[in-house]
């Protein structure tokens, strides 16, 4: 893509590099299953993931075996398992179907105008740039979790924060890197029946969606995704197992040569969380994630309906979708063998063809100079008219 690399006022490099690089990355070999590496599962809350990590890097920890490289090697696989699954950011991009664990994201807060304005310029274009979660919301998180009142800097307003009810909407507007918070009760029959989590902005806006844990450390995000009433999230907390669809990288930055973009249509094809909504007090936030101006939004908290027949037709479709999924991937290295093939078919064809006519020019030529030779004895015999009234024609036959 021909990304320059740009430095902030300390010097330090802000946007793109390792994003692009990892986009522009040829034949990534497959992903490492960093959950199974943990012992963990998608589910799994922060504490929990930090607590696993532990016990395994004491396990594996070179002091404690000096002369093992297995257990180095398996410590340095634990500690990059533990570096993805432990921010949230690099968790979401990972289960998305991206391996995250060189690529950090963008604190707007931190990159400037110069920044967030080629950030604003890729976004439009359909780049999707991965940004933090600023740390001061990250705070105000764990002090509303723990009871207490948000501590904002000097000068600065507290933020929002609603007790929400089933099938209201609530509207709001939002600063960049700011967040307001809602507190939701779910009750056991909600909880049984299911949960989704709706946001809307018909003014474009980006930001994302968070679901914390009950010590106020993020358990899920979303963001949001662009469509044409304007950019949407939808949180599904349900007892059935779902897929999600994510557009990490947009499709029109995956078609190369070799391989069509329609082999990609699958790619961010994932199992997903599968939380499900306790009986309890529930925080989420909808957080600023614009690059300059406002975000605008209504959201709704919404108690499912039981509709099996409904249910029955995304699963079967899902499980069909994650069939062709590796269907598609195997076919994919039918078609470009194929596709090779058929290249080198074509260049044969192309080499034999200008053989064919070289030699077709080199005959031809032969048989010119063929001609030329057997004319060359004649070229000083004179050609005799024939005289004038000699009896030559129709009339000559009468005679003078």
């Known amino acids: 893509m021909g990304i320059k690399r740009h430095r902030n006022k300390d010097g330090k490099h802000f946007i793109f590099d390792s994003f692009f690089r990892a986009m522009q990355a040829p034949g990534q070999p497959p992903r490492k299953d960093y959950y199974g590496i943990l012992g963990v599962t998608k589910a799994s809350s922060e504490a929990e993931i930090k607590s696993a990590y532990r016990k395994l890097a004491m396990k594996y920890h070179p002091d404690k075996n000096p002369n093992s490289p297995e257990a180095a090697e398996k410590f340095k696989e634990v500690s990059v398992a533990f570096n993805v699954l432990s921010d949230p950011t690099k968790r979401h991009q990972y289960d998305s179907g991206f391996d995250a664990a060189d690529v950090e994201g963008i604190n707007i807060e931190e990159i400037g105008g110069v920044g967030r304005l080629f950030g604003a310029m890729f976004s439009k274009l359909g780049v999707p740039l991965p940004t933090q979660i600023s740390p001061k919301v990250l705070t105000f998180a764990r002090q509303i979790s723990q009871g207490e009142s948000p501590q904002p800097e000097p000068g600065k307003a507290p933020p929002r924060l609603r007790e929400v009810d089933f099938g209201s909407i609530y509207k ?229």
């Not at 100079?369 to 004038?388: E, H, I, L, S």
């Open 172 to 400: 709001d507007s939002i600063s960049k890197s700011d967040a307001t918070f809602y507190w939701l009760n779910v009750d056991s029959a909600a909880s049984e029946r299911g949960i989704l989590v709706n946001c809307l902005s018909s003014a474009f806006s980006k930001y994302k969606v968070i679901l914390f844990d009950k010590e106020g450390a993020i358990r899920q995000f979303e963001d949001s995704v662009k469509k044409k009433t304007g950019t949407e999230v939808d949180m599904y907390f349900v007892k059935w197992d779902r897929l999600v669809l994510s557009e990490l990288f947009p499709l029109k930055f995956m078609a190369d040569d070799e391989v069509p973009v329609n082999f990609h249509l699958l790619d961010g094809l994932e199992p997903s969380h599968n939380l499900r909504l306790q009986p309890g007090r529930h925080l989420f936030c909808v957080y600023g994630d614009n690059w300059f101006n406002d975000v605008k939004y209504q959201i709704q908290f919404l108690v499912c309906e039981p509709v099996p027949d409904v249910v029955s037709t995304i699963q079967k479709s899902e499980g069909l979708l994650q069939q062709k999924k590796t269907e598609m991937a195997q076919f994919q290295t039918k078609y470009v063998e194929a596709k090779k093939q058929w290249e080198s078919a074509c260049e044969k064809l192309k080499c034999e063809t200008e053989n064919i006519q070289t030699l077709l020019k080199d005959r031809d030529s032969g048989y010119e100079q063929f001609k030329t030779q057997a004319r060359q004895k004649y070229t000083q015999t004179q050609v005799q008219a024939t005289p004038k009234g000699s009896g030559g024609g129709f009339f000559g036959m009468f005679g003078s």
